[in-house]
């Protein structure tokens, strides 16, 4: 399981479960379990991918999620 969270400076981020800090590229080391964990991933492609969905819904500068990539599996 891999859990996906933000860095205070915004950025997604994940996680292997059981992990207990990770290192943010601002440079601030994040408490796995003290943030609020956003989703959950059962692998790491599935967590790389969310953390990029979520880093283009905030920096993306294309404006809103086109139909076409919302997953539809599941
Ligand atoms: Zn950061």
């Known amino acids: 399981m891999y859990l996906i969270f933000r860095c205070d400076c915004g950025r997604a981020m994940y996680a292997k479960e059981g992990v207990e800090t990770r290192k943010c590229v601002c440079g601030k080391s ?12 059962s692998n790491f492609q599935e967590a790389s991918d969310m953390v990029r969905e979520l880093q283009e819904e905030k920096y993306g500068g294309s404006g809103f999620t086109t139909a076409d990539k919302i997953p539809k599996k599941r």
């Open 30 to 41: 994040i408490k796995v379990k003290s943030r609020r964990i956003f989703k959950e991933a």
